[in-house]
T-cell receptor, first 115, second 115 residues
Framework: DTEVTQTPKHLVMGMTNKKSLKCEQH?????MYWYKQKAKKPPELMFV???????INESVPSRFSPECPNSSLLNLHLHALQPEDSALYLC??????????????FGPGTRLTVT | AQTVTQSQPEMSVQEAETVTLSCTYD???????LFWYKQPPSRQMILVIR??????QNATENRFSVNFQKAAKSFSLKISDSQLGDTAMYFC????????????FGAGTRLTVKP
């Protein structure tokens, strides 16, 4: 199983809403990532978790709050977002960082629209 | 900081022909990884090919091959016998090992394969 799943596929939320994006993998990977991708642009790294611990936070605003409940799951909690946060949010995973296998597997993404 | 440059925003190729996408990068590191990722329209990103900088031999995966020129910091992707399903956005990416898998993408090249 080389699949990373993300739910929901689409999400529309108002600026006062609280919502969560979910990501799941069953490949035994110990590194998981959140990326933000605007239309016709490359993905931008937001967060990296390694062994369920946050190892990179790319100066992301606090209205985005990541959580890694276990090695298979990654959440992104959203609160008080702005319209410019509308984007495709991609989750990815890879084997544990020291292993030397750096290939990242991407999920299909959640397309978020903030109204 | 590492930068990745893809100088061709858009390219097109006739079905069954060969096309080469260019990528250059800037780094002072000696050991690193390079990747080409493919993102078809409204579909998820998948790894096309990877290259370890310490390997002199160019990587190949079926119809996909790279021309890795370490001294010139160039990493081009050649697609042979182009197929309609190759139509996608192609991203070149750079990763320095042991940095929490911080992967940096180029701006992307939109490839259209014409029948």
């Amino acid at each position: 199983d080389t699949e990373v799943t993300q739910t929901p596929k689409h999400l529309v939320m108002g600026m006062t809403n609280k919502k969560s994006l979910k990501c799941e993998q069953h490949m035994g990977h110990r590194a998981m990532y959140w990326y933000k991708q605007k239309a016709k642009k490359p993905p931008e790294l937001m967060f990296v978790y390694s062994y369920e611990k946050l190892s990179i936070n790319e100066s992301v605003p606090s209205r985005f709050s990541p959580e890694c409940p276990n090695s298979s799951l990654l959440n992104l909690h959203l609160h008080a977002l702005q319209p410019e946060d509308s984007a495709l949010y991609l989750c990815a995973s890879s084997q544990d960082i020291p292993s030397g296998n750096y290939e990242q597997y991407f999920g299909p993404g959640t397309r978020l629209t903030v109204t | 900081a590492q930068t990745v440059t893809q100088s061709q925003p858009e390219m097109s190729v006739q079905e069954a022909e060969t096309v080469t996408l260019s990528c250059t990068y800037d780094t002072s590191e000696n050991n690193y990884y390079l990747f080409w990722y493919k993102q078809p329209p409204s579909r998820q990103m998948i790894l096309v090919i990877r290259q370890e900088a310490y390997k002199q031999q160019n990587a190949t995966e079926n119809r996909f091959s790279v021309n890795f020129q370490k001294a010139a910091k160039s990493f081009s992707l050649k697609i042979s016998d182009s197929q309609l399903g190759d139509t996608a956005m192609y991203f070149c990416a750079f990763m320095k090992p042991l940095t929490n898998n911080d992967m940096r993408f180029g701006a992307g090249t939109r490839l259209t394969v014409k029948p």
